[in-house]
């Protein structure tokens, strides 16, 4: 019976006033990006084991992560909740099915469960932050976009976590390709509360997109005092300054920052979690990208070369697995890139769902293409990327993360001497949403 309410003013299936408190205290830790987020929950839990929206809560956060590690946890936690379904609520029911899709590789089919639940629910912005995270992994913008702002008639500043909301729509839009009213909305959100990172990561974005070098890092450097409390995004969002550093030719400062903020192997976070997939990415992208401009990268590759030699059978994320392939090949494991193809093609072979369908559809060529890319075999990189290219949103990420492989495909394409290729391939940057593409390093050199 719901006797308590959570800080949106929707009903919880718990009859503990304590347990009540420290979900509401776990989902602004979520919301807010803390590190304390899993310690709430766990409380909540523990003061009523019969909590099923705690469980799936939690659950759902671990699935955001992308990551096979976090399966045997994930299903533990839908086994518990499974016999509270028959006295769960409508909206606990939805989390739990969507839960239950998700950890399965069948993202669209969450998303869809959790978007009839928000048409009902339209402020439950933890709901809102979960199947954003769901579409944005299943390359679905335009349906990430659609879901805010339904909601967003709904929402007003007297709500709580208002500003919440304002960033997740402005990362919607942004990713949908309306800049105006994402860098209003992020702005917003900031205002409100300048520990924001999801509408500071929100505006970062837009100035990704639009080319706008000098206030992208103007914006970052003005806000990174504030991101003391926050978890891994505050180790993205020193990636995002150093890909504007890198336009302003910045490169040393950038490879400075790798292991002095982007993944310190002395912060807490990071021996907290030494293989978080968003810290092996934004390493992976930024290392790739100075060593298209040329930079020397010393014995770089090889610190993320142990890690991702563990992760040739986590097929969470195609997005991840194209990274986990730049480590293999940039540290020379050449055996274990190979497998790590092996092992995806077998995962694709079997099962459905739209994981596994991006796997088949681009994830696999992906990656094929990064191992010919080390081997110098550029023709047959062009190969597999160009057809493909127009697909590569459904592996996952950000515009701006994919970007990184517009620019192998370019400098491919400039190493075979195919110049008829490139004017094509800045055609489809452009569409993608990018503006000055002629303007921005590499691909300026190559029109030069």
Not at 36 to 59: I, N, V
Not at 205 to 227: F, I, K, P
Not at 403 to 429: E, N, S, T, V
Request: hydrophobic share 45%; charged share 20%; aromatic share 8%.
């Amino acid at each position: 019976m719901t006797q308590h309410l959570d800080s949106r003013g929707h009903g919880l299936t718990t009859s503990s006033a304590a347990a009540a408190d420290a979900f509401n205290a776990g989902m602004h830790g979520f919301i807010c990006w803390r590190t304390d987020t899993m310690t709430h929950l766990d409380t909540a839990m523990a003061a009523d084991p019969d909590f099923a929206l705690a469980k799936l809560a939690k659950g759902w956060i671990l699935q955001t992560a992308r990551t096979a590690a976090f399966r045997p946890q994930i299903d533990a936690l839908l086994a518990e909740a499974a016999p509270l379904m028959d006295a769960a609520d409508g909206r606990e029911q939805a989390y739990f099915q969507g839960l239950t899709a998700a950890s399965a590789g069948r993202g669209v089919d969450a998303s869809t469960i959790m978007e009839a639940m928000l048409a009902q629910h339209p402020t439950d912005l933890l709901g809102h932050r979960l199947v954003q995270f769901e579409l944005f992994w299943n390359g679905r913008a335009a349906w990430m976009r659609q879901l805010v702002e339904r909601a967003a008639p709904a929402w007003n500043k007297s709500l709580v976590d208002y500003g919440g909301f304002l960033s997740a729509r402005a990362f919607a839009n942004e990713e949908a390709g309306n800049y105006e009213l994402a860098e209003r909305c992020g702005r917003d959100a900031v205002e409100i509360d300048p520990t924001d990172c999801w509408g500071t990561h929100a505006v970062a974005h837009v100035h990704a997109m639009q080319g706008r070098v000098d206030d992208g890092v103007a914006w970052l450097e003005g806000l990174n005092g504030n991101w003391g409390e926050a978890n891994q995004i505050a180790h993205h969002l020193w990636w995002h300054l150093c890909i504007m550093l890198l336009e302003q030719g910045a490169y040393d400062r950038a490879l400075a920052l790798v292991t002095s903020k982007i993944r310190n192997p002395d912060s807490p976070l990071v021996k907290a979690m030494p293989g978080a997939p968003i810290d092996l990415q934004n390493v992976a992208s930024l290392l790739m990208r100075l060593e298209l401009r040329g930079v020397d990268l010393g014995d770089h590759w090889n610190i993320l070369a142990e890690i991702c030699a563990g992760r040739i059978h986590d097929h969470g994320s195609p997005f991840s697995a194209a990274h986990d392939m730049l480590v293999l090949t940039g540290s020379g494991q050449y055996d274990l890139a190979a497998q790590l193809l092996d092992n995806m093609r077998a995962f694709a072979a079997t099962g459905d769902g739209s994981l596994v369908t991006a796997y088949r559809a681009a994830g696999i060529p992906l990656c094929e293409a990064m191992l010919a890319y080390r081997r110098g075999e550029y023709e047959r990189v062009i190969a597999l990327i160009a057809p493909i290219r127009h697909d590569l949103h459904l592996i996952g990420g950000s515009h701006a993360q994919r970007d990184l492989f517009y620019q192998i495909m370019l400098d491919a394409a400039h190493r075979a001497g195919r110049k008829d290729l490139i004017p094509l391939f800045f055609d489809d940057i452009r569409r993608i949403g990018f503006d000055k593409v002629e303007q921005r390093t590499l691909y300026r050199d190559m029109v030069a």
